[in-house]
């Protein structure tokens, strides 16, 4: 008995060595290395500052940009705190928010059906991307915010839709961050990334 | 549903199938200590490790002392686990000088849910551990609890391989092995795939970025809550800035889902877009959760004999998986009947339409749904979609699958010794059927052992529907209650199930945090994973003492569709029988109110 408890103390402090340190610091060193930018989170800079990372979303809410979806992370795209609703689809309090966020956008963009991503909030609240239909719903408003006509705003959300990985997994979606960040291209002489 | 999302469901099960044979030749290979590929890297070390902490390579143990030393070894990494949380504030990689892991049942919680392989979270990983604890501590553990199921099931397996002998092998030495070349290797590789998709690997201090857009938001207490003023409006304040969360999550990602353990690094889990960044890195992440359980099948098989068998269950197993990734699939394919009629919640290529409260749009429904149900078919627990805002039956799903014990594919080890025990009682009922004594395998199987196969399967409903009971009736429980109505048992039902069953996945509204949910959890974890392994191994270490019998006219073959079929028959009529009164007042009672319009 004594013999297996020095055994076991000990096999738990030689593994924790191998496997808690040595494992994961090696696989860190070849992470920084081989895949410098994703390991380190995607961060994306414009005019020298960093803006965000491209895989964490943001919170867009005036009418110029397209808006992310509805997040619970904290009080709203908290990276450092991300968390779902936990609403059950017969909570009183979901359908009391769906509701009145879909009779605002109702009226924002009338002929069209509303998206449900962008009624719903994401598992992590950090969600960086939307559905190509749901970039498709505000376009509209955006055109007529910014003076763009819907055929360019159309054209600039085709080329960042990302398509299902090999043509099979997942789902098409639209980066936020990087749709509105190439809209303040498009539509600032000055604008620019670095 | 869409063609798409059943095509995504057929290549992930594809892959399964693919996986079983080459794994399950390697496991047994491993456990037999034959001569494999990895030996020249890893034989060194392995000597190494014999040399530091002085164990005899060649010592055979019987099951006592097999069990013995498992305790032990359980009971003390435990206790090094609540020690490091307790003082991770002095200890290094702590950019974020985060203090002790507080209050000290939390602790206690924590490290009891790693241990037993549940990683039951009732903290948020972000703000609340060290790198040092979720490298050490945390990840850790996933390699250990994981090596510690797979290896009882392969000390079950020799029970019946094994003719007249009295010893299961050597506990130390399976788990060197099985922690050296069944899980360091594929983690080495497989953190790096994922990593390449986008989920982080780094040391850095959390970083702050600039908005694009400053917001306004509602200023948050200390509970969580909205402050308000004394108008009782909210407070609103200007951000700024956003703060991102970092660390070494790669390397914790992978053995999360390879070990089936689940316990995520952010409290966002698999959902988190450093975690789970691509469709493609959620399907390397599902295969790593099911691939063990599914090379086991071909080892049971191989070990003691009788391929066919391994196949036999494989496709029980297949059939039961099919059977509720199709109901979930289905019921959150529909969306929510309660959204007002201006939504768009039909599916179509340009939206995931369905029911999308508490999902990413990556993953949309297909995969959300299919995560749901491999992460609770194994003991995983990760999740990528929040099963608290699931429809009613598409969340009855993951909570079905592990009132089932998790023996589809199963948590590694734990789901092989679980359907083991389910095998036992199938042909203890087909014996009673022909009149004879019955056999497995060419081993009697008789009182002894039909008695301990039924304490492992009352003692799990025992300590779930006991404690939900008194969760239901006592403030101390109805108070963590988020969704009020009948989701509200279903919220503390799942709690319990999910902590006997080691899962670890949650109704994550209920706020489990205290004093009660956290003791009461945290023994449950301890309970579902040693009260099952006990009596588990005293039927292998009765089993392995009992002469071969070959078979005869009268044995029941186990190789055929029709004890494929017995062992599912067998598996949901004591599975789901056992809970039919709890979901029929929980998520079903809620469904049928659900269709006629009824909120909470």
């Known amino acids: ?194 | 549903m869409t063609i798409n999302g059943w095509l995504q469901i057929f290549v992930f099960l594809g892959l399964i199938f693919a996986v079983a044979k080459p794994l399950g030749v390697f496991l047994t290979r491993v456990f037999a200590r034959e001569h494999t590929f990895l030996d020249p890297v890893l034989r060194p070390i392995e000597r190494l490790l014999y040399r530091l902490t002085g164990v005899d390579e060649s010592h055979e143990m019987r099951w006592t002392e097999y069990a013995t030393t498992m305790l032990i070894f359980s009971a003390v990494s435990m206790l090094v686990l609540y020690l490091i949380q307790r003082i991770q504030g002095v200890l290094p990689f702590n950019p974020q000088h985060f203090g002790a892991v507080a209050p000290e049942h939390l602790a206690f919680n924590t490290a009891a849910s790693f241990t037993t392989n549940t990683n039951w979270q009732a903290y948020s990983g972000e703000t609340t551990m060290t790198y040092f604890t979720q490298m050490a501590g945390l990840a850790y553990h996933n390699f250990a609890s994981a090596a510690t199921g797979i290896v009882l099931a392969i000390a079950f397996i020799r029970g019946i391989a094994r003719r007249q002998m009295n010893t299961l092998g050597n506990f130390w030495v399976d788990f060197v092995r099985c922690c050296l070349w069944v899980l360091l290797p594929f983690c080495v590789v497989g953190s790096l795939l994922l990593v390449s998709q986008g989920v982080v690997q780094n040391l850095r201090p959390y970083d702050t970025v600039k908005l694009v857009e400053p917001q306004q938001v509602q200023r948050l207490g200390a509970d969580g809550k909205p402050v308000v003023d004394a108008a009782g409006k909210p407070v609103m304040d200007t951000v700024t800035t956003q703060t991102i969360a970092q660390g070494p999550v790669a390397s914790q990602e992978i053995i999360k889902e390879w070990g089936t353990n689940g316990g995520g690094f952010f409290n966002a889990n698999s959902a988190h877009p450093f975690e789970n960044p691509t469709p493609l890195a959620n399907l390397i992440e599902m295969f790593s959760i099911f691939a063990i359980g599914s090379g086991l099948t071909y080892t049971l098989g191989r070990m003691t004999g009788s391929p066919a068998h391994g196949w036999a269950v494989w496709s029980a197993m297949a059939i039961l998986f099919l059977v509720g990734v199709t109901t979930a699939y289905w019921a959150e394919a529909k969306g929510n009947p309660l959204y007002p009629a201006s939504i768009a919640q039909h599916a179509s290529n340009s939206q995931p339409g369905g029911n999308m409260e508490g999902k990413e749009t990556r993953f949309g429904i297909a995969n959300s749904a299919l995560f749901a149900t491999v992460t609770t078919d194994a003991s995983c627990g990760a999740i990528n979609g929040w099963h608290d805002s699931f429809t009613p039956l598409g969340g009855m799903v993951p909570l079905v699958n592990i009132m089932l014990s998790e023996v589809i594919f199963g948590g590694v080890g734990s789901g092989m010794y679980g359907i083991l025990i389910y095998i036992v009682l199938a042909v203890f009922i087909a014996g009673l059927m022909v009149g004879r004594t019955p056999e497995y395998l060419g081993k009697k199987i008789e009182a002894y052992d039909v008695k301990m196969a039924m304490l492992v399967s009352l003692v799990f409903p025992l300590i779930i529907l006991t404690l939900t009971g008194i969760s239901v009736v006592k403030g101390f429980g109805t108070t963590g209650i988020s969704n009020p109505g009948p989701h509200g048992l279903s919220q503390i039902l799942y709690a319990f199930t999910s902590s006997a069953g080691n899962n670890g996945s949650a109704f994550g509204g209920l706020t489990v945090n205290t004093l009660w949910y956290d003791a009461a959890t945290g023994i449950t974890t301890l309970v579902g994973r040693f009260f099952m392994i006990i009596p588990m191994l005293a039927i292998a270490g009765n089993l392995v003492q009992k002469k071969y019998v070959p078979p005869s006219l009268g044995t029941f073959p186990v190789t055929t569709p029709l004890f494929t079929l017995l062992l599912i028959s067998v598996i949901l009529i004591l599975g789901a029988l056992t809970f039919f009164p709890a979901l029929s007042l929980g998520p079903i009672l809620e469904h049928l109110l659900m269709q006629v319009g009824k909120t909470f």
């Open chain 1, 1 to 194: 008995m004594k013999k297996h408890l020095i055994t076991a103390f000990l096999m738990t402090i030689a593994t924790t060595i191998l496997l808690g340190v040595i494992y994961p610091l090696l696989i860190t060193v070849l992470a920084q290395v081989l895949f410098k930018d994703k390991a380190n989170g995607q961060l994306r800079y414009r005019n020298g500052e960093v803006i965000g990372s491209r895989i964490i979303g943001q919170a867009f809410t005036s009418a110029k940009y397209f808006h992310s979806r509805p997040s619970a992370a904290g009080n709203g795209y908290d990276a450092a705190n991300s968390g779902g609703t936990n609403l059950a689809p017969t909570n009183q309090k979901l359908i009391d928010r769906v509701r009145s966020d879909a009779s605002a956008l109702h009226q924002e963009n009338p002929s069209q059906l509303i998206p449900v991503d962008l009624l719903t909030t994401s598992a992590s609240g950090l969600d960086p991307e939307i559905s190509p239909a749901a970039a498709e719903f505000q376009i509209p408003r955006i055109a007529r915010e910014r003076g763009v006509a819907e055929a360019t705003l159309r054209k600039l959300v085709q080329s960042h839709t990302d398509q299902r990985d090999l043509g099979l997994l997942g789902e098409p979606r639209v980066n936020v961050l990087e749709l509105n960040l190439a809209l303040d291209d498009l539509t600032s002489k000055h604008g620019q990334t670095d």
